[in-house]
């Protein structure tokens, strides 16, 4: 998860091949368990999912996220019992960028854009490195 900052505030690690999608309530029960709290998240497609969209609702977290096409159409498939287009703030979803400067920066380092550590724990050690340094260079 990365601040408007652009710097990295909790590190998760998963497998490469894994998507982005369910990862996303670990990284919120991470986030939490460091005593904080998002006032609003931005996501790409990736994470517009239903079940995605029902725990941020629960635990009263907004979010931009612009809806798949695929479920654009279904939705209006299904005409007045589609349910009314998900609220999409096109301004605030622009800000998004800073995640992707944020993965960018950490990409700057050759062995975590390309991940040669033959172990988990090796890559994740480097990835904290490289945060930690991210970190202390802003101050």
């Known amino acids: 998860m990365v601040t408007a900052g652009v710097y990295p505030v909790v590190v998760l690690l998963s ?6 999608n369910p990862r996303l309530i670990p990284l919120l029960d991470a986030l939490s368990q460091a005593g904080r709290r998002p006032a609003h998240l931005l996501a790409d497609k990736a994470y517009s999912h239903p079940s995605t969209r029902r725990e941020l609702r629960r635990r009263r977290i907004r979010h931009t996220i612009p809806e798949r096409s695929d479920q654009l159409e279904r939705r209006k498939a299904k005409g007045s019992a589609g349910g009314r287009p998900r609220a999409f703030d096109p301004d605030r979803y622009r800000q998004r960028n800073t995640v992707e400067r944020g993965i960018g920066r950490l990409k700057q380092w050759r ?10 724990r090796t890559y994740h050690g480097g990835v904290l490195l490289a945060a930690t340094i991210l970190l202390a260079r802003r101050n």
Do not use: E, L
């Open 15 to 20: 497998a490469g091949q894994a998507g982005d």
């Open 111 to 120: 062995g975590i854009a390309t991940r040669y550590d033959k172990y988990a």
